[in-house]
Structure formats: structure tokens, C-alpha cells
């Protein structure tokens, strides 16, 4: 781990797999407590110029506009953004380094394109977090805080496309469009996502079967259940209780 300290304001832990995003000219300290020569560690920095911040979020707000008009793209707040990383977002930074690497004669073309896609996925990321983790603040001022809360209410239930674009006031095509312009993945895949987060909380109790998590995280077979499991987790949900329980 590592430990970021910004100025005014307490130090907290900055782990892998997450991202923290500053404004300009922001200093920011960052200590490995844990890093020796035996066990190093590496951090990331990206610095993107201010002008293609905005040329990128000019361009997103006026062709791309998010679901409600009165919170346009922006990057970060008006302090600081710590995200976990979505695999989308890991992806781009993937990809950012590769080319940072390459010899590629269109070198600075494609790293210039991929910093417009990273600055995409990092406000898609940051709505992911309001919306996705703070659902209940926002019911009253974004129409998908209303869509979050009916699926994780609803995990178990069949969830319908027809219902939740209605929630959202929007047609089906629309409802689709918009939510994953504004999250980076489709409805149903966020629901895939919470079925299985949901499952791995319900692994967690030895007296469930798999079978019956399976039907209690809102899948209707279990192969298929396995299946998809095992895809987004690279074990069997036998075998994640197994490793828990080690």
C-alpha cells in the first residue's frame, strides 16, 4: 500500500487498483511504508495538459451530454477524486503505458487518443461512484439514482428492461444509450456486476449451498451461474468459499 498526503487535508491510505485524481499544480506526497528492497513497490503518475482537459469535456458535454443537464462532465470536484478502478479504466492505463513505450512513429497520436479515452473513463468511473455508491443522496436530483436503488432492492427479482427505462423516464434505446454513455457499461451489465457481488457476500455463509446463492443473487441456472462466475472471477464459486475459508 501506500500512504497520499495532500496539503489541508488528512493522509489516507492509497491502494492498488484505485486512482486518485488532483487538480493543477496540486502537490501531492505519497509514502511506501511497506516498499523495501525485497518487496518494491511502483506508482503511476499521469500529468495531462489542462487544455486537452477541456477540449475533452467541451467535447463530451456537447455532443455527449450526461443524463441530467445541470451536472455537465467535469474531472474531479472542486478537492480531489480517490476511485477504485473499473476494469475499463485499468485498461486505458494498460494501454497509456504501452504506448508511452513503444517506437511507433504515430506514437503521440495514439497516446493523445488514449488520454482522451482515460479522461472518459475517469468520469465515467466518477459517476459510477456517486451514483452507484451514494444512490439514496441523489433520488431527487439524477433519474438513475432511481434505477440503482430498484436493482439492489430487486436482486432476486426478474428485472425488466421496460421497468427500469420507466423509472428513468426515458424509452428502452434511450435508457440504454444514456446509462452507459454516463457509467461505461450497459444496465445489464450492471446487473450482472451487483448479482455477483451479491453472491460472493452470500458465499460467505457456510450453511448456503451454491445452489441456493445462485437463486438468492437473482440467477436462474446454475451452470450458467458457474459459468459467468468463474469468467469474472477466474475460480468456481466452490472454490471461492473454499479459498475463504483457508
Not at 506508482?43 to 477540449?55: E, H, T
Not at 430498484?150 to 421496460?162: F, M, P, R, T
Not at 455463509?205 to 458457474?226: D, T
Request: net charge neutral.
Amino acid at each position: 500500500k501506500k500512504v497520499m498526503h495532500l496539503p489541508d487535508r488528512p493522509a489516507f491510505d492509497y491502494l492498488p487498483g484505485e486512482t486518485v485524481v488532483v487538480g493543477e499544480d496540486e502537490l501531492m506526497e505519497i509514502d511506501f511504508p511497506e516498499a523495501c528492497l525485497g518487496q518494491p513497490t511502483q506508482c503511476l503518475a499521469v500529468a495531462i495538459a489542462p487544455d486537452s482537459i477541456r477540449q475533452t469535456i467541451d467535447l463530451l458535454n456537447e455532443r455527449y451530454p450526461r443524463a441530467e443537464a445541470h451536472t455537465p462532465w467535469a474531472l474531479a470536484g472542486p478537492d480531489y477524486a480517490h476511485l477504485t478502478n473499473t476494469p475499463e479504466l485499468t485498461g486505458t492505463l494498460e494501454r497509456l503505458v504501452a504506448v508511452s513505450r513503444t517506437t511507433d512513429a504515430a506514437k503521440d497520436v495514439l497516446a493523445g487518443f488514449t488520454l482522451q479515452e482515460l479522461l472518459v473513463r475517469l468520469m465515467q468511473t466518477q459517476a459510477r461512484e456517486l451514483i452507484f455508491n451514494d444512490y439514496a443522496r441523489h433520488l431527487t436530483t439524477h433519474r438513475f439514482a432511481a434505477v440503482v436503488q430498484h436493482i439492489k432492492e430487486h436482486l432476486a427479482d426478474n428485472l425488466s428492461v421496460e421497468k427500469l427505462s420507466a423509472l428513468a423516464c426515458m424509452s428502452k434505446a434511450t435508457f440504454f444509450r444514456v446509462f452507459k454513455r454516463e457509467f461505461g457499461l450497459t444496465p445489464v451489465e450492471y446487473i450482472v456486476r451487483e448479482r455477483l457481488a451479491e453472491a460472493k457476500r452470500l458465499l460467505r455463509q457456510p450453511l448456503a449451498s451454491v445452489a441456493e446463492v445462485c437463486l438468492r443473487a437473482g440467477f436462474n441456472n446454475l451452470s450458467y451461474f458457474q459459468a459467468l462466475f468463474k469468467k469474472h472471477e477466474g475460480i468456481t464459486p466452490g472454490a471461492y468459499r473454499k479459498h475463504l475459508s483457508t
